[in-house]
């Protein structure tokens, strides 16, 4: 779309240059040209040097016209009506032509068959279009909801029209559905959430203030967007399916179908999260569109000699087998001569200091196997580091960032929320049974496996 | 400078002097606007040199090219031309001329003969009416792109864009009938 619309642009532009040379060529060949016009005309010339060759073939034709005109002139009249007409009828009728020229362009059946066409589609959308249907209570389910309306409570009931204002609080083990009938919109509010309308009978608008929603909202009006509000976001909505999730710092949205504009307040930065994306709106956080997390890719080859991924020959060719695993918790089957690569992105949920762990391989690892943990500063694999190893088959030597079943705590590694981070795992077995899993410390929270709701799958191939 | 009692305006229409002039005429109207390439200059440039020729054709040997000697006396009358026209000019219009002069002078162009004359008379018959009268209106009328603009309520550049498309128009009707060997 974007190369045609430039197409379109570069277009018209050299179309607009086309007939200002035209003129301007014109002008000097009678010597009516302004000095502005002089001095365009010769700037043209040094950008196009070859507009000279224009001006000689114009000045020579205008001299053979100039040549014969009187005799072809005098010629024509006496052919049809054996006089020559007078200058003020001449001019008259030239005008008339030029007057009709003008008006045919507009009249043109092209072009009235295009206003018929744009008229037509006007009147279909506004008669078949997409309808407004006006908020209602659909469903309750369980006792603690509330509904508020001009400061008082009262008891909601499935079919209860909802105005202006009304404020809708679900407590623990509650979920109210907001119906828009005739149209297919839904809004479900789920336990422990603050839902209000603010927009009147015919504006979806409305305020979260805390909690969670999840919507289907069918195609609105066209300028009518669905527009629903949180203390750090806006979302607004054409027709699509999303869940929103507010908490005291941070406001989530998910989109499941079709793309929702969501809009940060502290700076009124934009993106738009399409289907399967979701994007986070917080203070510390980076506002942008990723993708839904859970699990990570892994890879295996069986047959692998060596402990090296780099310089493997049997890993240049195809895995023997791929899937998308949970978390980073893994236990491989007994077996021999394996290698494992597992990746993918980590999420950091806030912005802060992580500190990652390789953790639960055999206890004879170090001769039987060998592990792995690399991590790139952003989402590209090739700027991945080593931050956790086990000792090398051979040597014994245990990496500094992070040996297996260390008791010295790894170094803090310092992550943004809004962003994923590309995360691999390789794990070579040569003998017998292991197990791989990647524990993090996130900030103020506790050491814990790495899992999918942190985790994405690596895109490429 | 040239003076008009020294011309042999009596001279016969099909003397050999003329005719050989006749046989130039194509090359000193082709020089006379690579030289002078104003409106209507290479015109005058290309009388005076015919005149002033006669006006000395006692002096010359027609028994030799006067090919090169035509070219020179082109040379001389157009850049008198065109120096008495530029002094009539504004300063940015005479930049704006001499920047042409400059680029035309290395340029080629082919005159027009009689028979590109009679293919000219056909294609003016086969205009339509609107664009016969536009070139009465101004190539037999004198009137400028910016007169008739005023006369029938259109903006200037669009009467001289018809105009320039209209000489187009012309010259692709020309080229259509004249035969390859005079293209």
């Keep these: ?461 | 400078m040239w003076d008009d009692s020294d011309v042999p305006m009596n001279s016969e229409p099909h003397s050999p002097v003329k005719e050989l002039l006749a046989a130039h005429d194509a090359f000193v109207r082709g020089l006379a606007l690579r030289l002078a390439p104003a409106p209507g200059l290479a015109e005058d440039v290309a009388q005076q040199v015919f005149l002033e020729f006669l006006a000395k054709e006692a002096e010359w040997d027609l028994s030799r090219d006067i090919k090169p000697l035509l070219a020179a006396m082109t040379r001389n009358v157009a850049r008198r031309c065109w120096r008495e026209r530029m002094h009539t000019l504004p300063e940015v219009q005479r930049e704006l001329a001499e920047h042409i002069c400059q680029l035309a002078e290395s340029r080629e162009v082919a005159w027009a003969g009689e028979e590109e004359k009679t293919i000219l008379r056909r294609c003016l018959d086969r205009l339509p009416a609107k664009s016969r009268r536009l070139i009465e209106l101004h190539y037999y009328l004198e009137t400028s792109s910016v007169e008739i603009a005023q006369q029938t309520d259109m903006r200037p550049d669009a009467v001289r864009r018809a105009l320039f498309r209209l000489r187009e128009q012309l010259r692709r009707c020309i080229n259509k009938f004249l035969p390859a060997k005079s293209l």
Excluded at chain 1, 10 to 32: C, D, F, M, P, W
Excluded at chain 1, 96 to 123: E, H, K, Q
Aim: charge should be positive.
């Design chain 1, 1 to 461: 779309v974007h190369q045609q619309i430039s197409a379109g642009q570069v277009s018209v532009k050299n179309h607009t240059e086309e007939r200002e040379r035209e003129a301007l060529i014109q002008g000097y060949l009678e010597g009516s040209l302004t000095d502005d016009e002089s001095i365009r005309l010769r700037s043209l010339l040094q950008q196009d040097p070859a507009i000279a060759d224009l001006i000689l073939t114009g000045l020579r034709d205008d001299l053979l016209i100039r040549g014969v005109v009187a005799e072809w002139v005098v010629a024509s009249a006496a052919k049809t009506i054996h006089r020559v007409r007078p200058l003020h009828e001449i001019l008259e009728r030239v005008g008339m032509i030029l007057d009709s020229l003008r008006r045919n362009a507009w009249a043109t059946p092209a072009f009235g068959a295009t206003a018929f066409a744009v008229l037509l589609i006007f009147f279909w959308i506004w008669c078949f279009g997409p309808t407004a249907g006006t908020p209602v209570l659909a469903e309750v389910q369980g006792t603690g909801i509330v509904l508020e309306r001009s400061r008082e409570s009262l008891a909601p009931t499935p079919g209860m029209s909802l105005r202006d204002g009304d404020i809708l609080r679900t407590s623990e083990g509650a979920t109210a559905v907001v119906g828009f009938a005739p149209e297919n919109t839904r809004i479900t509010i789920l336990p422990g959430t603050e839902f209000k309308l603010r927009g009147g009978s015919h504006n979806k608008r409305f305020d979260l203030n805390m909690g969670k929603l999840e919507a289907s909202v069918a195609r609105q009006r066209p300028f009518r967007p669905m527009i629903l509000k949180t203390p750090h976001a806006e979302a607004r909505v054409i027709g699509t399916r999303f869940a929103l999730t507010v908490t005291t710092n941070s406001t989530r949205l998910d989109v499941t179908e079709g793309k929702v504009r969501f809009t940060r307040d502290s700076d009124s930065k934009f993106v738009k999260v399409s289907t399967g994306h979701y994007a986070i709106a917080a203070a510390d956080s980076q506002l942008a569109s990723l993708p839904f997390t859970g699990g990570l890719l892994r890879m295996w080859w069986s047959g692998v000699q060596g402990n090296t991924f780099a310089k493997n020959p049997r890993l240049r060719n195809p895995p023997d087998g791929r899937e998308v695993v949970p978390d980073f918790e893994l236990a491989i089957a007994e077996t021999n001569a394996v290698a494992v690569h597992v990746c993918g992105y980590v999420h950091p949920p806030v912005t802060g200091n992580y500190r990652f762990w390789l953790e639960k391989p055999p206890m004879d690892f170090a001769k039987t196997g060998y592990a792995q943990l690399a991590m790139s500063p952003t989402e590209d694999p090739s700027e991945a580091v080593t931050i956790a190893q086990t000792a090398t088959p051979g040597n014994g030597v245990i990496s500094p960032y992070q040996a297996v079943g260390a008791t010295k705590a790894p170094p803090p590694i310092p992550l943004v929320a809004g962003r994923r981070y590309y995360l691999q795992a390789n794990l070579f077995i040569k003998k017998g049974k292991a197990e791989l899993s990647v524990f993090w410390l996130p900030p103020g929270q506790e050491r814990r496996v790495l899992s999918s709701e942190f985790l994405s799958p690596w895109e490429g191939k």
